[in-house]
């Protein structure tokens, strides 16, 4: 078998603390934190399934991404975890990547090497867009599988298990080479210690700097952040039997009227209450009297 790629992406640091910065239009570390962004969750699930099947075939395992220098670190995560190299495209700080160009660019590079299957997060949850998986095996020409959580490789045919909508499952077969996005709960990410990430060299991470004319432009571009459509609370009509005025009182109360009730409380001591339940059995007939 041969290659293996594992496409990653950075998104926000939930734990980094944020602030923003001096003209308000981007968002920054505080002072006293280093790093900012961090590989998304579901491309670390893509990476550790990626490395099950590096252990099980014996093949090689190249992690690629299309990111500024500070994508650096995370690229030596993936070689220290287990990853043969990495590919590091490299832009510039003011780029602004979205699913469609960052897959052309990656899509160019992957032409160029060898490989059997290709594996990325089924989502960038930074922006809540699931559409690069997609993208890149369109541009590459590939059969994909999405939202996978289980991959095998039997000779030349990929298997994997697909999460469905209502937790329902489905056993999906392709050839080789395919483009497989994996769920973000498929597999849980290793710790890494500090010592075995600054044994990585650069050797092992190619980079390659990126043309900033090169770079096509972005498709999508978020106009608008918007808060959910509420919900409209059900009014129920008003009841037939009632006169004109107390239907307009019912619609004004929201639909509804108050009824009586045929409700009893009582309150006092156990002993007496207990007696009183008793009597009320036995006047309703569901007890016999004694």
């Not at 505080?30 to 990626?50: G, K, R, V, W």
């Not at 991404?65 to 975890?81: E, M, N, P």
């Not at 092992?204 to 700097?209: A, L, N, V």
């Not at 009227?257 to 009893?264: H, P, W």
């Given at each position: 078998?041969?290659?293996?790629?594992?496409?990653?992406?950075?998104?926000?640091?939930?734990?980094?603390?944020?602030?923003?910065?001096?003209?308000?239009?981007?968002?920054?570390p505080?002072?006293?934190?280093?790093?900012?962004?961090?590989?998304?969750?579901?491309?670390?699930?893509?990476?550790?399934?990626?490395l099950?099947?590096?252990?099980?075939?014996?093949?090689?395992?190249?992690?690629?991404?299309?990111?500024?220098?500070?994508?650096?670190?995370?690229?030596?995560?993936?070689?220290?975890?287990?990853?043969t190299?990495?590919?590091?495209?490299?832009?510039?700080?003011?780029?602004?990547?979205?699913?469609?160009?960052?897959?052309?660019?990656?899509?160019?590079?992957?032409?160029?090497i060898?490989?059997?299957?290709?594996?990325?997060?089924?989502?960038?949850?930074?922006i809540?867009?699931?559409?690069?998986?997609?993208?890149?095996?369109?541009?590459?020409?590939?059969?994909?599988?999405?939202?996978?959580?289980?991959?095998?490789?039997?000779?030349?045919?990929?298997?994997?298990?697909?999460?469905?909508?209502?937790?329902?499952r489905?056993?999906?077969?392709c050839?080789c080479?395919?483009?497989?996005?994996?769920?973000?709960?498929?597999?849980?990410p290793?710790?890494?210690?500090?010592?075995?990430?600054?044994?990585?060299?650069?050797a092992?991470?190619?980079?390659?700097?990126v043309?900033?004319?090169?770079i096509?432009?972005?498709?999508?571009?978020?106009?608008?952040?918007?808060?959910?459509?509420?919900?409209?609370?059900?009014?129920?009509?008003?009841?037939?039997?009632?006169?004109?005025?107390?239907?307009?009182?019912?619609?004004?109360?929201?639909?509804q009227?108050?009824?009586?009730?045929?409700?009893?409380?009582h309150?006092?001591?156990?002993?007496?209450?207990?007696q009183?339940?008793?009597?009320?059995?036995?006047?309703?007939?569901?007890?016999?009297?004694?």
């Open positions: 078998m041969r290659n293996i790629i594992v496409c990653i992406h950075q998104v926000f640091d939930p734990l980094a603390s944020l602030q923003l910065s001096a003209n308000e239009k981007a968002v920054c505080q002072a006293d934190e280093e790093h900012l962004l961090t590989i998304e969750p579901s491309d670390l699930a893509a990476l550790e399934i990626a099950q099947l590096q252990k099980t075939h014996q093949t090689t395992l190249t992690v690629i991404c299309a990111a500024s220098a500070a994508a650096k670190d995370d690229l030596r995560y993936c070689v220290a975890r287990g990853a190299n990495a590919i590091h495209l490299l832009v510039s700080e003011e780029d602004r990547l979205d699913t469609w160009n960052t897959s052309l660019l990656i899509a160019e590079q992957l032409k160029q060898s490989f059997s299957l290709i594996l990325c997060g089924e989502i960038w949850q930074d809540m867009d699931r559409s690069f998986g997609p993208f890149l095996a369109e541009h590459l020409g590939l059969p994909q599988i999405t939202r996978a959580e289980h991959v095998e490789i039997h000779n030349d045919t990929i298997q994997a298990r697909s999460v469905c909508d209502h937790g329902d489905e056993l999906i077969t050839p080479p395919a483009l497989i996005t994996i769920a973000r709960f498929a597999q849980q290793q710790y890494v210690a500090m010592k075995k990430r600054l044994h990585v060299t650069d092992s991470i190619k980079t390659i700097p043309d900033e004319k090169a096509p432009s972005a498709l999508t571009q978020i106009s608008m952040i918007g808060y959910p459509r509420p919900r409209v609370k059900y009014q129920p009509p008003p009841e037939k039997n009632l006169s004109a005025s107390e239907r307009l009182k019912s619609l004004i109360q929201g639909g009227t108050k009824k009586q009730s045929d409700l009893t409380i309150e006092g001591d156990t002993a007496v209450l207990a009183k339940v008793i009597a009320f059995l036995e006047e309703t007939g569901i007890i016999s009297k004694q």
